[in-house]
C-alpha cells in the first residue's frame, strides 16, 4: 500500500510532465488501437466467411465467366448441397464516388446459403416475385435514404447501359459483423438484358456458390468439382469462400504489411518520448536515490520504485487510450464505411493495447534504472536539481 | 544587446544528450512515416504517369475505366483506324495498335504456404506496338514471333512470380505458352505486364473483339480533333484520352487512399513527438531557471530569451527531420508489388523521393519543433530576474 503511494506520489510529481506524457500515450495507445482496428478490419470478410460454402470460378482469373450449364453438373458432385451462382456488376450509383459492392445472383439458392442475411418475410417475397427487384443491406439504404419501392438505376462500367431497378427488400445482418453494405438482383434479369447487347455474354456465370453438406468434406468436393471440368474449355478453381476472400487481401499484401509495421513505429515514437519523462524524474530525483541507498535500500527497491513509476504513467495514458478507441472507431467506421463495411474493436485488439502499454513502460525505465543504480552515494548527494 | 549565440542552443542539446537523442529519435520516426508514405504516393504516380507517352491516344469504351472492362468491335476499330489525325510510320502503316487485354491469375513467389494468387495482366500486342512504347527494351531473349504461342514478360513479373523465367511454360486457355523473353519497361507499368501476339491471345480466350486502340498522333496538337471525331461519331460509343492521362487517372484511387493514409497517420504521430518536444524544452526552462535569470541580468531581453529556446526547439525539429528523411531515402532502394485496386492487376512500383516530399517532410519537423517549443520558450522569456535569480 505504501509502495503503491510512493510511486503515484512520484509519477505525479512534476504535474504538467505527467499530464503531458500520459496525454502522449493516450494518443499513442489510440493510433495503435485503430490501426490493429484497419488491419483486422481488412480480414473481416474473411472472419465471417463460411468453412461450408465453396466458391468457383474460372481458373484463368477471376475476370473469365463460366457457363451456366456448368450448374447441373455441379449439383451431381457428391456433398454438394445446394448451387447458387451469381456475376459481379461493377455498377455505379450516380457517380464513380459512390461505390458499394454489387451483383446479380439466383436469389433463392443465394439466400439460403447465407443465412446471416435476414430478410423480413413479406419484403422477400417481393423481392422474388420482382424480376427487376433488387435488395440492398441496411447501411447501404441508410446511406443513400433508400426506402422499400425506391427506383434505383445504376450504371454498368463493365456492361454498359443504366440499369433500372426496384428496391424491393432491405436485410440486415444476423450479427455485427456481417457486412450490410452489399446489394444484388437477380441473375435472370441481368441475362435477359446482355442477351440484348452482347448475345456472346449471355448464359454465362462469374462464380458458383456451393453450399456442402458437411464441412470437413468441403476441400474433397473443391477437388471433385475441378476435376469435373478439367481439360474443358473453361477449366475451374474451387476453394472455400475463406480461401476465396483471403486470395483478395493477398493482392494487398503490401499495404496491409505497411500499416502493421506503422502500428509499430508508434509505439517505438511513444516509448521515446516515455524514456524521456523517466531519463527526467530520475535525474531530478538522483539526491532521493542517494538518500534511499545511504538508508540502506538497495538495487532492487530503486529499480521497483522506477519501474512501478513508469506503469503507473503508462496504464494510466493506455486506459485512458483504450476508453478513447470505441468512440473514435465507431466515428471513424461511419466515415469509411465503403472501404471498411465491418469496423469492430475486437478484444484482441485492447490485449495488445495492454501488451503495448507494458513494453513500453518495460523500455523506457531500463537506461533510467541503471543510471540510478549505479550512481555512487557521495556523487548523488553533491549534485543539486 | 545583440542575440544570444546559436553555440548556446546547440551546447545545451549536447548537454542533455539522452534526452536530446529520445526527442529527436522520436520525431526521427514521424518524419519517416510522414515521407515513405508520401514517397510511395509518388512512386506510384511517377509510375502510371511514366507509361503513358504524351502523343500517345488511348480509345476504350465509354464509361470504362480501365482497357480490361473496354471493349472495341473490329468495325469501330477499323473506323478510327481511318481518322486523318492518326500518324504514318516509315513503310505508309498506321502507326495504330489494336490490343487485347486480360488478366490471369498467377502465383506470387515466396508464399509457398498460401494459394495466393495475383492478377497480371496479359496484352495481345500487335507489331506496331513496339514502336508505340519505346520505353520497352528486351533485356532477355528474344522478341516473340507473330502467329505464334510465345510471351514475353515485364522484368517485376519475372522477379515476383513463380514459373516465368525463360523458357518456362505457362498454361491457359487450352494452350501452352512459351517465355522466349524477358523486357524491362523501366519504371512504367509495362514492367507489370506479360505481352503475347494478338490474335494468339485473342483466339485462346475465344474473343472477337478488342480491348483498347493505341495510336500516335501526327502531332500533338491534333489531339482535340481526333477525340471530336471518335467521341462525335455516332457509329461509335467510344472514348478517347491522351496515355498519359489514362495512366494517371488510373494511379488516383490508391494515390489518395495513400495519401490520406500518411497524412492522417502523422498528424495523429506528430502529437507524441510534440509532447516529447514540450517535456524537453520544458524541463530545459524548469532546470536552467537561474541561468536565464543571469543572462537577463546581463542585459539580454525578453525576446533574445524566446529566440533562444525557439531554436533550441527548431534545433531538436531539424535534426529530427534531417535523420528522418535520411533513413527514408534508403526506401529508394526498396520496389514494392501490389494490386492496383484501379485496375484490379498488379503493379510494381519504387519509392520515389522528390524535392517536394524533402521540403515537406522539413516543414513539417520544424513545425513539430516550434509547436512543441513555443510554450516553454514563452514561460521562459516571462520570468522576473529577480525571481529566476532567487531559484537556486
Redesign the interface.
Known sequence: MMLLKILFRNAFHNK??SF??I??IA??I??FGL?RTVISSFYAGVEAASTSRLVTRN??????PLPISYTEKIRQVEGVRMVSYGNWF?GIYIN?KNFFPNFCVEPRTYLALYPEFVLEEKQKKAFLADRKGAVAGQKLAAKYGWKIGDPITL????Y?GNWDFVLRAIYTGRDNTVDETQYFFHWTYFNEEIKKI?P?YAEQVGFYMIGVTRPDIAPDVALNIDKAFK?S?AET?T?TEK?FN??FI??????VT??QM?SF??I???M??V???M??TTRERTGDYAIMKTLGFGATDITILIFGEALVVTLTGAAIGIVLTFPVAKAFGQQLSTYFPVFLVSAQTIYMDIAAAFLIAFFAAI?PTRHAIRIRIADGLRR?? | MAAVPLSYSFRNLWKRRLTTILTVSGMALVVFVFSVVLMMAAGLQKTLVETGSPDNVVVVRKAATSEVMSTIDRKSASIVEMLPQVAAGNQGQTMMAKESVVLIALKKKGVEKSSSHSNVTVRGIQAESLPLRPQVKLVAGRMLRAGSSEVIVGNSIAKGFRGVGLQQTLNWGMRTWTVVGIFDAGNTGFSSEIWGDVDQVMQAFRRTIFNSLIFKLKNQDDFDAAKAAIEKDPRLTLEAKHETKYYEDQSEVMAKFLRILGLSLTVIFSIGAIIGAMITMYSAVASRTAEIGTLRALGFRRRNILLAFLTESLLLGFTGGFLGLFFASFMQFISISTVNFQTFSELAFKFTLTPGIILESMIFALAMGLIGGVLPALRASKMKIVDALRTS
Open positions: 504538467l510532465r503531458l506524457t496525454l502522449g494518443v499513442a489510440l493510433a490501426l481458373a484463368i482469373s477471376i475476370i473469365f461493377g464513380e450504371k454498368g462500367t463493365i454498359p452482347w456472346r481439360s474449355l478453381l476453394e480461401a483471403l486470395g493477398a493482392m494487398a499484401e503490401a499495404i505497411a500499416i506503422v513505429v508508434v517505438f515514437i511513444i521515446a518520448v524514456a524521456n519523462t531519463a527526467m537506461i543539486i536539481g
